[in-house]
């Protein structure tokens, strides 16, 4: 990660299902890039859906990935209580 936001990368794909935030976290707190010149893209994995699952999921990925905000929240799977998902996206 820290390799690629050096050469120049801003975007950043992470998802829950990819066990990468935390590491995308540390990454982004070590890189010297202010927070706001990347853009980071989250997913919300199918078995998190549903209102409250989310809401906790997304804020599990807000405490891996060291910051108060993601960029975009995606539902990786839209099963189950997708509208759910969606209304505390």
């Given at each position: 990660?820290?390799?690629?936001?050096?050469?120049?990368?801003?975007?950043?794909?992470?998802?829950?299902?990819?066990?990468n935030e935390e590491g995308v976290g540390e990454a982004i707190t070590k890189c010297g890039?202010?927070?706001?010149?990347?853009?980071?893209?989250?997913?919300?994995?199918?078995?998190?859906?549903?209102?409250?699952?989310?809401?906790?999921?997304i804020d599990e990925s807000l405490k891996k990935l060291k910051t108060d905000y993601i960029?975009?929240?995606?539902?990786?799977?839209?099963?189950?209580?997708?509208?759910?998902?969606?209304?505390?996206?």
């Open positions: 990660m820290l390799d690629a936001i050096d050469v120049g990368y801003r975007s950043i794909d992470t998802a829950q299902a990819y066990n890039v202010k927070r706001d010149e990347l853009f980071i893209t989250s997913k919300i994995w199918i078995s998190n859906g549903g209102s409250e699952k989310a809401k906790a999921s960029d975009l929240m995606l539902i990786h799977q839209p099963f189950n209580d997708y509208y759910g998902s969606y209304r505390v996206i």
